[in-house]
């Protein structure tokens, strides 16, 4: 799905919403698909010296806190194309982000209504 739309992320620059055609031109420019890969992570209290010297409880925090910002960004991501979805996209979308449980004999449209509600 090419025509779909994503955040892109850059250490210095602020997030932006482009389509999924421009990415590989992007991220020749250093833009990058997660947050995540710029994250400080001593601001989430984790020691990097830890990390560097192979602490398996400290590896394992940085890898939650990264596991987590990923989640948000797929569901933002999700977001901008629910439109895009098809109709079990769009239900599991809700399940998976919002822990909502739409009823498939619901429309695909009657199901993004509700979740915009739900984010509201």
């Known amino acids: 799905m090419d025509n779909f739309k ?14 999924n055609s421009e990415f590989e031109r992007m991220e020749a420019e250093g833009w ?3 947050p995540a890969e710029f994250m400080d992570l001593t601001l989430v209290g984790l020691d990097l010296a830890k ?16 596991d987590a910002v990923e989640g948000v960004k ?4 999700d977001q901008l194309n629910l439109e895009k979805m098809s109709k079990q996209e769009v239900k599991d979308h809700a399940t998976k982000h919002l822990g909502l449980t739409l009823d498939n004999k ?5 199901m993004v209504k509700e979740i915009k509600a739900a984010q509201e």
Not at 6 to 19: A, E, L, Q
Not at 74 to 77: A, E, G, K, V
Request: charged share 35%; aromatic share 4%.
């Open 6 to 19: 994503r955040w892109v992320y850059h250490k210095t620059k602020n997030p932006k919403v482009i389509n």
């Open 32 to 34: 990058k698909d997660s």
């Open 51 to 66: 990390i560097a010297a192979g602490d398996e409880q400290e590896i394992a925090k940085a890898q939650q806190a990264k």
């Open 74 to 77: 797929d569901s933002l991501n």
């Open 106 to 110: 619901k429309t695909k449209n009657t």
